[in-house]
C-alpha cells in the first residue's frame, strides 16, 4: 500500500510561481511511476505531467504550455511539480498518483494507468 500526501498549495497572484510537493510512503518509491493531475471547478480531472521511476523520462500535457516542471527525488521518497507563471485557469485541486508495475523507463499519461492518489492540495490563483 503507498500513502501519497500532497502539500504546498495556497493562494497565488497571477504571475506567481509555486513548488508543490507530494511524499510517498509504503513500497519502493523509485519502482513508481508518479504524476501530477488537477481539477478544476466544474471541469473532469487532466493531466499534467509525468516522471519515470528512474526520474529519466517525463512527460507534460500539451495544453500547460511549458509552465509546469515535474520532478522527483527518490532518495527523499518524493515528486515536485513546479508551476511558473500562473494563470487564474490554473485554479484547481491538484492530485499526485502513484502507478506501479512498471518499467524504469514508463511514463502514463492517463489517470486509469496509476493505482494510488493523494488527497489533493487546492491551488487558487487570482488575477
Known amino acids: 500500500q503507498v500513502q501519497l500526501v500532497e502539500s504546498g498549495g495556497g493562494s497565488a497572484q497571477a504571475g506567481d510561481s509555486l513548488r508543490l510537493s507530494c511524499a510517498a510512503s509504503?513500497?519502493?518509491?523509485?519502482?513508481?511511476?508518479m504524476g501530477w493531475f488537477r481539477r478544476a471547478p466544474g471541469k473532469e480531472r487532466e493531466f499534467v505531467a509525468t516522471i519515470s521511476g528512474n526520474a529519466r523520462h517525463t512527460w507534460y500535457s500539451d495544453s500547460m504550455g511549458g509552465r509546469f516542471i515535474i520532478s522527483r527525488d527518490n532518495d527523499e521518497n518524493t515528486v515536485y511539480l513546479q508551476a511558473i507563471t500562473l494563470k487564474p485557469e490554473d485554479t484547481a485541486v491538484y492530485y499526485c498518483?502513484?502507478?506501479?508495475?512498471?518499467?524504469?523507463?514508463?511514463?502514463?499519461?492517463?489517470?486509469?494507468?496509476?493505482?494510488?492518489w493523494g488527497q489533493g492540495t487546492q491551488v487558487t490563483v487570482s488575477s
Open positions: 498518483a502513484a502507478g506501479t508495475g512498471y518499467t524504469p523507463d514508463y511514463v502514463p499519461q492517463f489517470d486509469y494507468l496509476y493505482d494510488y
Open positions: 509504503g513500497g519502493t518509491f523509485s519502482d513508481y511511476a
